[in-house]
Each structure stands twice: as C-alpha cells, then as structure tokens.
C-alpha cells in the first residue's frame, strides 16, 4: 500500500480547503435556480417527504400512482416538444394572426390559439408555446402597452381552454383517469363553464385592446412536412390512448421509440419537472389518506361544499395537488373537476401555467412587475368569482 506522504497531505488539505468556496460560489448558486425554476417540484417533493414521518414508506406506497396518468402526460408532452421543435405551433399561430388588421384582432386571435392549444397539448405546453409569439408579435409592432393584458389573458385562456377535454390539464388527466369518467360526460360537465370562459375572455379583449392597425415583419421559417406527418400521427396515437381506445403500454413503447430514432431531443426536452411533480404528490396524497385525523376533517368539509373546498384549496397549494388531495376523500367528481379547473384562475400559485406565465412576462419586461401582478391579480380574482357563483348557482355545483 503506498504511504500519503507530505504533498499528498498538503494537496488533501487544500481541496478541504476549497470546498466550503465550491459550496458558497457554485452549489448554492445551482440549487437557488433550480428552486426558482422548479418551485412546484420543490414544495411536491418536501410535502411528500414530511409525510414519510407519518406514513413510514412500505408496500402500499406502489398503489399511490397511477401510471395510466403518468404515461399519457409523458407521451403528450414528448410529441408536442417534437412538433414544436419544427415550429409546426409558431407557424401556425403566425398564419392565424396573419389574417388580422389591428392590434385587438390580433391579440384575439393569441388568446384564441393559445385557448384552443391548450385543449390540444395541454396548458403549461400552450403557454410555453405561444407566449414567445405574443411577445414577438406585440413587440415587433410597437404594441407593448398591450404586452402585461395579452399574457395574462393568453394565461387565462390556457388554464380555462383546456378544462374541456381531459388531457387540456394535468388535472383533467388525472381525475378522468381516477374517477374513469366517460367522455361524454367528462365534456358536459365541463361545456357551461367553458362556453362562459371563453364570453369573458373574449369579452376582455374587446375591451382592453384598441383595434389600432399594425403589421407583422415577413418571416420565411418552414417545417418539414414528411417530420409533420410523423408526430401528428404520434399524437393522435397519444390522444387515442388518453381516450382509452389503446392501452397506455403501447403508447409507452411506440411514441419514445419512434422519437429516439426521429427527434431525440425531443425526449430531452420533455418537462420530467412536472412528471415527478404528480409523482411527489401522488406519494404526498395517498399518505394523507392514510392519516384518520385527516380524512376525517377533509371528508367533512367536502361533504359540505366540494365546489367551493377545492376552488379555495387551489389558491393556497395549486390546482394539481388539490385534485390529487381531495380525490382521496370525496366521490363527487363532477364539482371537483369543475372546482379544480376554474380554481385555477386566483392567484399566482393556483397553477403552474400562471407561474409560467409570471416567469416568461418578467424576463420579458422586468420593469413592469408590480404592475404585472396587480392586474394578474384584478382580472384573475374577476374571473374566479363570476365562475364559483356561475357554478354554484346556475350549475347547482357544491
């Protein structure tokens, strides 16, 4: 065995030496951003790990996920990061914008396709999506005053648009799964609140944004059509399988597969954020279930108002932890998906696409923060209250 002899002791001591510098000036800095980056996940993974204390982890901790859910999210996710790496969404929005004069038409026609993407490929991917091109669009133009009213009705937009189909939001996806609503009444119980969404939305535009005249910049960006083909193909085969026309393995193998060989990134590319997000909660919620003194308080308060309990719980740990929360302890699904939908409107945090839409907006326009929220804020607490009273009175939703 070689003796450590006084350099190697010296050289030892040094590096001791630099860890204390290497924690302060580069781990720190890392674990900061990935906070800020991921706060959802972060609060997901510590709520599931202070749970662990009480539901010490054994076999039942398996039953705590639904991979149904989990594989359809993931197939979802990684066809859309396919098709919008060859910019099959911009070019598409671009050509509806295209088609109008001035600045009210064109900021419809954003909140229109950012509402009908998130029907499409989900809220969070809608935003991502076409939030760059609300920017481009208003700042190619000159329109910036418009800027703060546009993403926060794009944002509202995708979390009430994709409230009408099950894969539209994470949550839609989860409870259709765990509840195993049919289609059919999945889509009628969500169509009031849905056609009352998009009055308002439309409404707002009508009344915060002049019909000023403007005119987009030429852009010669193209997609390849026979890549087009291929991932509409995939994501009909991912729609079929949220659908249940084809079991979820498949898709599992298919779609992956096919990326590998087709658009490797893509799979890179997919937000596995969100995917251990529902993963934590999955564990954060079934060991609440498990705790009596907690299904007995949230078995009362959602035997008395189911509606307006997961509305409220949304503002306070957002939309997808309250759906896989108070799923353990109700069987009222039909004002649970409409609570947890339209709960997602509020405050910041009530959803992950308004945290999105936060980041994106100040990266954008850092100077207009306070400004930002204050009518975040305003327009997103409108929104909630006219949807809860719709719901409870006119639906007769509790």
């Known amino acids: ?168 939001n994470p949550q839609n996806l989860y409870l259709y799964s765990r509840f195993d609503i049919p289609t059919g009444e999945f889509m009628r119980i969500m169509a009031p609140p849905f056609a009352l969404a998009i009055a308002l939305i439309l409404a707002c535009c009508a009344v915060f944004v002049r019909p000023e005249p403007l005119e987009l910049a030429p852009d010669d960006t193209k997609t390849d059509p026979l890549r087009t083909a291929v991932y509409l193909a995939l994501f009909a085969l991912a729609i079929a399988i949220v659908f249940r026309g084809i079991p979820y393995w498949i898709g599992l193998i298919v779609i992956p597969a096919a990326l590998f060989f087709v658009d490797a990134r893509a799979l890179k590319m997919v937000d596995y954020a969100l995917l251990f997000t529902f993963v934590f909660f999955f564990i954060f919620a079934g060991n609440m279930a498990r705790i009596e003194a907690v299904r007995t ?45 339209i709960g997602g409107c509020g405050t910041l945090i009530a959803s992950l696409a308004s945290l999105i839409t936060f980041r994106e907006f100040t990266k954008n326009r850092p100077g207009e923060t306070r400004r930002y929220v204050l009518l975040f804020t305003l327009f997103n607490g409108a929104f909630l209250i006219i949807l809860t009273l719709f719901a409870h009175f006119a639906l007769g939703l509790r």
């Open 1 to 168: 065995m070689r003796r450590i002899t006084r350099e190697d002791a010296l050289k030892i001591e040094q590096a001791l030496e630099r860890i204390p510098h290497y924690v302060a000036d580069e781990l720190f800095p890392m674990a900061v951003r990935f906070e800020k980056q991921n706060t959802v996940l972060c609060i997901a993974f510590f709520a599931a790990l202070v749970t662990t204390f009480f539901v010490p982890v054994d076999g039942a901790y398996l039953g705590y996920f639904d991979f149904k859910t989990l594989t359809c999210l993931f197939c979802v996710l990684a066809v859309v990061c396919a098709l919008k790496n060859i910019h099959f969404f911009y070019l598409l929005a671009r050509r509806i914008v295209q088609i109008f004069r001035n600045a009210r038409l064109a900021v419809i026609g954003l909140v229109t396709v950012t509402f009908v993407g998130s029907m499409l490929i989900a809220n969070d991917m809608a935003l991502l999506t076409f939030l760059p091109l609300g920017f481009f669009v208003l700042s190619s133009t000159h329109k910036e005053r418009y800027m703060a009213v546009t993403f926060i009705l794009q944002n509202i937009a995708a979390n009430l648009g994709g409230m009408l189909t099950p894969f539209g």
């Open 297 to 341: 308080f949230f078995g009362g308060l959602l035997a008395r108002d189911t509606l307006l309990v997961s509305v409220l719980s949304c503002q306070a740990i957002s939309n997808v932890p309250t759906a896989i929360l108070l799923s353990q302890f109700t069987e009222n699904y039909p004002s649970l998906l409409v609570g947890v939908n």
